[in-house]
Structure formats: C-alpha cells, structure tokens
C-alpha cells in the first residue's frame, strides 16, 4: 500500500506560478512510479505528467508541456510538480498517483493504483 497527501495548491493569478508536493509513504517510494493527474469542473481527470522511479524519465500531457515540471526526490519521498505560467484553464483538482508495475501505461489513469486525495488550484484570469 502506499498513502499519498498533496499540498501546495491555492489561488494564483494568471501567469503566476505554484509547487505542488505530494509525499508518499508505506511501500518502499523509489519503487514507484509516480504522476499528476488533474480534474477540472465538468470534465474528465486529465494526465498532466509522469516520472519514473529513478525520475530519469519523465513525460507530459501536451497541455502543459514547456510550463509543468514534474521531479521528486526519493530520499524525502515526495514528487513535485512546479507549475508555471498558469492560465485560468489550468484551473482544477491536482491529484498525485503512484503506480509499482513495472510495465504500464503512463498517461492511463487505470494503471495507477494509489491516489491521494487531491489538492485544488485556482488560476484568475
């Protein structure tokens, strides 16, 4: 089992920007991989990014590349998610998730076994 608790979220003006934690415990945290999916109202959970184990790979959604940044350190067990640039579209629950398969599908919600309870991001326009 591992348990995951986000923080960082808030409120934030358009272009500003915001870090987002989510620190791991119980099962061994270098063992897995870990993402950031987000739901915005009305839609579905959407990828926003993945990283491996070792957090040598990493992989984005196409609607934040070049302003989301995702890393972790395995000696705090927590991944990160540094967000900037914000627009008012990115407004929406942040949920981390953590997957121990070894095969698996990055940007495939249902290969990710542990949530957390996700932490909200408002951007104002």
């Known amino acids: 089992q591992v348990q995951l608790i986000e923080s960082g979220g808030g409120l934030v003006q358009a272009g500003g920007s915001l870090k987002l934690d989510c620190a791991a415990s119980g099962r061994t945290f270098s063992n897995t991989a870990m993402a950031w999916f987000r739901r915005a109202p009305g839609k579905e959970r959407e990828f926003v990014a993945t990283?491996?184990?070792?957090?040598?790979?990493?992989y984005y959604g196409d609607s934040i590349k070049g302003r989301f940044t995702i890393s972790r350190d395995n000696a705090k067990n927590t991944v990160y998610l540094q967000m900037n640039n914000l627009k008012p579209e990115d407004t929406a629950v942040y949920y981390c998730a953590a997957t121990a398969r070894t095969i698996y599908c990055r940007n495939c919600e249902g290969d990710y076994a542990y949530w957390g309870q996700g932490t909200q991001v408002t951007v104002s326009s």
């Open positions: 990283i491996s184990r070792s957090g040598g790979s990493t």
